[in-house]
C-alpha cells in the first residue's frame, strides 16, 4: 500500500435507475472535485420497444414489465466520466482508480464475452433480451413457485432472506426468462448483474461482486440453491446455476482488473488504472456515510429506498432482503431492507394527479413542484388532511415481500386537496420505514441509529416526518452524491491508496450532515395513524383480502384482451 498523495484522485460512477453520475474525489480527504450526470437515452422502458430499438415495428410490453438498454450504460462512461474529469479541472492522469455501483437486482443477458442478447442480429425485437431492471416485477408468478418450493423443502438458505425471496431478483427473473421465452434462454451463456457488466466493459474481466451474488443471488455459505431445487422449478433449469450463472467473486473493494485501452478512450482515464469490484448503489453508500458499525441503518432515499445496516451475527429478520456476509463490508454480516417505492410514488402523484393550476404556483414562487407542495403541507397539524396511504404503488419489497400489492388511500373526500395527498403519501413512505425498523428490533438487530442519504434527503420536512413518525433522530449525510462517493471510496482502496474500507471510510467519508430530532407532540399523534396504518398494512397485506391480486390478474387478463385483434376469440385464465 502506498500513502495517499495530495493530488491523487478517484472516480465513482453511480448508475441510477434514469442516469448514470460521475464524482471524482481526492484521495487522501475524500473531497468532492466535480460531477457530471448523464440521463439514459431509453430511461426506462415500461411500455414499448420502440422501433429506433427493434429496427422495425414497436413491440408492445406486458404489465409490470421495465427494461433499459445496456448501451445507455457505456454512454454515461463515454459521456459522464470524462466531464467530470473537466469539471473538477484536474489532470485525467492523476486518477489512480474507479469503481462503480449499480441499481440492483438489473439483470443483462449476455454471450460468454459480455454481449448483451438485445445487441445480437435476431433479438432486437425480443423483451427477454434486454437488461430486465430492478423493478420489472412480472416475475411475482416465478418467486411465488421459488417460495413455495423453498419452504415446503426447508431449503436453509431461505432464512438468510426472512423466509421470501423477491420477484425482483437474479432467480425469479432468469426462471421467467426460461418460462416465456425458452428460445432466448437457449441463446443466454451468461445471466449478469449490471454492476458486473459495466465493470466487465471497464477492465475486460467478468467478476462477479460478492454483494449481489449474495443478496440477489441466493449464494450462502458458498452456495447457490441446488440443481436439484432448480430442476424441481422446472426440468430445465436444473443446469442454470452451472450453465449460465456462476462465475468467480470478487470481494467488495477488491480490484477486478484494470482498465483496457478501449475503456481508457471512452473515459479519457489512463489505461492500466485500477478498477474495483462492482456495487450496489445501496451497499456502497454506507462507507460514504461513515456508517460501517452494526446498528448503524443507512436508508437510500430516492425512487426507491433501501435499508442497509451491519450486526456482528446472522439472524433471521421477517421479511428482509436478506442477510449476506461481507455483503457491506468485510468481516459484518450485512442486512438489506427496503421499500421499491418512495421517490417513484412522489414522482407519480406530481405526473399524473397535480392539476395544471399548481405547477403554474409552483413556477411562480420558483419553487419545484415537490417544493411547492411540500410548502403547502408542511404547516399541517398531524392528521388535519383525514388520510392514510399505503406506500405500495410499486408493490411491497420489505416486510412483506409481495409486489402484487398496490396502493390504497383512505379517507378521501370532496375537500382531499393536492397537497393533502402528497403529505399522505410522505407519511406513508415513513410509515413502511419504521414497520421495516420495527421487524429488526424485534428480531434482536437493533436499529440503533438511522442515517438518510439519496435525493430525498433535500426535503428537510419529508426529514422531520421521518423522525417524528420513527421517533428517533434521523442525521443525513454531508453529501449529495452518497453512492458516488462510496464508489469512489471502494476505487481508492482497490487502488491500493488504503488498507480496507474502514480507513478509507475514515479519511474519505462525508462529514455528517443535519440532524432531526423526533418532535414529542408530533410522535404522539404519529403514533395513532401508524397503529391505522398497520391495521390496513396487515388487512391488505397478510390475506385478510386479497382484493390486490385480484385486481392485478384482472389488469393483466384486459391488457392480453385489449392486444388481441377484435373477434381472436382468445382464452384467459385468472
Ligand atoms: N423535494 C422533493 N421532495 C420529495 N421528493 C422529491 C423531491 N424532489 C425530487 N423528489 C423525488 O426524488 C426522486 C429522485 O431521487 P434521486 O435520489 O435523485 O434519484 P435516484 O433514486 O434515481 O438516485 C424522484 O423520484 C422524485 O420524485
Ligand atoms: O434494490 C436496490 C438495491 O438493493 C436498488 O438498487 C434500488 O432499489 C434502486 O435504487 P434507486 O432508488 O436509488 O434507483
Redesign the pocket.
Known sequence: MSHPKENEYVIGVDF????GRALVVRVSDGREMGSAVHPYPHAVITSALTSDLTGNEPVRLPVDWALQVPQDYREVLQQAVPQAIAAAGIVPDTVVGIAVDFTACTMIPTLNDGTPLCEVDGLLAEPHAYAKLWRHHAAQAQADRINELACSRNEPWLARYGGLISSEWEFAKALQLLEEAPQVYAQLERWVEAADWIVWELCGEYVRNACTAGYKGMLQDGHYPSSDFCAELNPDFATFVEDKLDQPIGQLAGRAGTLTSEAAEWTGLREGIAVAVGNVDAHVTAPAARAVAPGQMVAI????TCHVMNGAAVLEVPGMCGAVEGGIVSGLWGYEAGQSGV??I??WF?ENIVPRSYYDAAESAGL?I??HL?ELAKDQEVGQHGLIALDWHSGNRSVLVDHELSSVIVGQTLATRPEDVYRALLEATAFGARTIVEAFNNSDVPVKEFIAA???I??SF?MQVYADILNMPVRTIGSTQGPALGSAIHAAVAAGAYPDIHAASEAMGAAAGIVYEPIPYNVARYEELFAEYTALHDYFGRGANTVMHRLKRFQRNAMERAAQPVGAGIILTN
Do not use: K
Open positions: 441510477g435507475t434514469l442516469s432515499m430516492g425512487t426507491s421517490g417513484d412522489f414522482a406530481v419545484t415537490h417544493e411540500t439519496g435525493g430525498l433535500r426535503n419529508l
